[in-house]
């Protein structure tokens, strides 16, 4: 790693009670439940001992700030809501389980498991959309922190589409790029804007500490 090349760590955050009940959350914003916490707090932990952390940015989704909270205070840092880790706006499906959205949209439904790069979400949002937005907000994160290790916490649309970019892949290849809560991953950004993957969906951490 050179002088100027950009760690970033990041991190989705940590569980919900709608993770549990399998719902539709985009920019819906359920808090995190007490098995959330506990893995917000052993992420924290994980991250304090193995990166050097000089920012947190986070989308300002309630569960993406109090992960991001935790991950800030173990650096006596301050975490920052960012709007380019804001999650996917799922419209008319947002608060749905897929039953639900089955019944209305079973078609539609089928081509977000199977070809999800060709759907846009009655009333929401594309993939493609959010990527431009993801995209934007790490390119603006590296220049303004050439040289340092920045914590950005998301969702799980925000962050595969973020990583399929990051590897040069098409939307297409969205369900390969696995989240599960509170995963962590590295990749460093070079001035060139190229990147190198370092970690990917880690989940070790939680391992002992929410079992």
């Not at 389980?97 to 979400?121: C, D, G, M, N, Q």
């Not at 950004?189 to 993957?197: N, P, S």
Request: glycine share 6%.
């Amino acid at each position: 790693m050179t002088e100027e090349t950009t760690t970033i760590v990041l991190v989705r955050h940590g569980q919900t009670a709608w993770n549990r009940e399998v719902r539709f959350r985009g920019q819906a914003n359920p808090p995190l439940d007490d098995v959330g916490r506990e893995q917000a707090a052993a992420t924290a932990r994980y991250v304090a001992k193995r990166w050097p952390v000089e920012a947190v940015y986070a989308s300002p989704m309630a569960r993406a700030m109090q992960t991001a909270e935790m991950i800030a205070e173990a650096h006596e840092l301050v975490a920052e809501p960012f709007q380019g880790l804001l999650d996917i706006d799922f419209g008319e499906w947002q608060g749905h389980s897929p039953a639900e959205v089955k019944r209305r949209y079973p078609e539609l439904l089928s081509a977000w498991f199977e070809t999800p790069h060709t759907v846009e979400i009655p009333g929401g949002e594309s993939l493609d959309v959010v990527r431009r937005r993801a995209v934007a907000g790490l390119d603006t994160i590296a220049e303004r922190h050439p040289g340092q290790t920045v914590a950005m916490v998301g969702h799980t649309v925000v962050n595969r589409v973020l990583l399929c970019a990051v590897l040069g892949l098409g939307n297409q290849h969205f369900w390969q790029m696995r989240q599960d809560t509170c995963a962590v991953n590295v990749f460093e950004v070079d001035r060139e804007g190229t990147a190198t993957i370092v970690v990917l969906n880690d989940t070790s951490h939680l391992q002992d500490s929410c079992e």
